[in-house]
T-cell receptor, first 115, second 111 residues
């Protein structure tokens, strides 16, 4: 079955530590996205990638970094510069980078907490 | 920036009743999307309605769009306990060309 796989499901970060969240898709989608969701709130865009080896900052990119070396993979690193990283992180993809007309497919998220 | 806002924030109903959620947005749109999120899971796309459409159906879902009032509604008919979830509307911000999600309506359906 095609889909998006996020791992791990739960992740704990120590002070000063960088952590990387994995996102893999086998849908052959061009565009991939990372969102942050805080309790009771909507999704906020962190980074997005329209094509391999290219990515752009979203609304809340500070303290995060990404790479897109393969079409299937879009890992997100939460750096020590992100002072409030506790949140639910969602990865999504769409067949084309056309958010107005293309539905986005989501993984089941990674819940990141501070130790 | 907040493009869509859902109303009510929370809704509790009995199985078999209908559930109506509303979404208001601020700027002109090409289309509007609705998503569902079960607790602790990712979002699932439900329906996309284009700006030139007034109503769209998908199974027990009915979505309406009123571009003059910049609002949309999602109606779930004959609700089931399995419909318990948060529902989000999403539109594209013309300035940034990014999809913006509202804060969601939490629906609880009691058996």
């Amino acid at each position: 079955d095609g889909g998006i796989t996020q791992s791990p499901k739960y992740l704990f970060r120590k002070e000063g530590q960088n952590v990387t969240l994995s996102c893999e898709q086998n849908l052959n989608h061009d565009a991939m996205y990372w969102y942050r969701q805080d309790p009771g709130q909507g999704l906020r865009l962190i980074y997005y990638s329209q094509i391999v080896n290219d990515f752009q900052k979203g609304d809340i990119a500070e303290g995060y970094s990404v790479s897109r070396e393969k079409k299937e993979s879009f890992p997100l690193t939460v750096t020590s510069a992100q002072k409030n990283p506790t949140a639910f992180y969602l990865c999504a993809s769409s067949i084309y980078p056309d958010p107005s007309n293309q539905p986005q497919h989501f993984g089941d998220g990674t819940r990141l907490s501070i130790l | 920036s907040q493009q869509g806002e859902e109303d009510p924030q929370a809704l509790s109903i009995q199985e078999g009743e209908n559930a109506t959620m509303n979404c208001s947005y601020k700027t002109s749109i090409n289309n509007l999307q609705w998503y569902r999120q079960n607790s602790g899971r990712g979002l699932v796309h439900l329906i996309l309605i284009r700006s030139n459409e007034r109503e769209k159906h998908s199974g027990r879902l009915r979505v309406t769009l009123d571009t003059s009032k910049k609002s949309s509604s999602l109606l779930i008919t004959a609700s089931r306990a399995a419909d318990t979830a948060s529902y989000f509307c999403a539109t594209v911000d013309y300035n940034t060309d990014k999809l913006i999600f509202g804060t969601g309506t939490r629906l609880q359906v009691f058996p």
